[in-house]
């Protein structure tokens, strides 16, 4: 089993900044993606918003978050966090951070075994 536990989220008006952090505790040695989700109103699945290769580090980010987010890893803290600059209103949601048993950065919430219990990000405009 492996636990994650989300923090970070908040209000923020737009073109701010927030980072949210996702520890990990538990049978971390069996993750090989980290990734964070959103869910977004109106949309029914979550969207997957970056991830990252725990071995070699490979970066994937969705087309509406390049340039503006980062992703990144602490291996000594087991922490993962995520850095959102110049947000937008269309940002606000739910943030989940998730882990993958599966190498190769999965994009889909489908390849995502363990969940956090999300983290609530508002942009004001």
């Known amino acids: 089993q492996v636990q994650l536990v989300e923090s970070g989220g908040g209000s923020v008006q737009a073109g701010g900044s927030l980072r949210l952090s996702c520890a990990a505790s538990?049978?971390?040695?069996?993750?090989?993606?980290m990734a964070w989700f959103r869910q977004t109103p109106g949309k029914e699945e979550r969207e997957v918003v970056a991830?990252?290769?725990?071995?070699?580090?490979?970066?994937y980010y969705a087309d509406f978050v390049k340039g503006r987010f980062a992703i990144s890893q602490d291996n000594t803290k087991n922490t993962f966090d995520l850095q959102m600059n110049s947000l937008k209103s269309e940002d606000a949601g739910v943030y989940y951070c998730?882990?993958?048993?599966?190498?190769?950065?999965?994009?889909?919430?489908?390849?995502?075994?363990?969940w956090g219990q999300g983290t609530q990000v508002t942009v004001s405009s």
């Open positions: 991830v990252i290769g725990i071995r070699d580090g490979h970066q």
């Open positions: 998730a882990a993958s048993m599966i190498m190769g950065s999965p994009l889909s919430p489908r390849d995502y075994v363990y």
């Open positions: 538990g049978a971390t040695y069996r993750v090989e993606s």
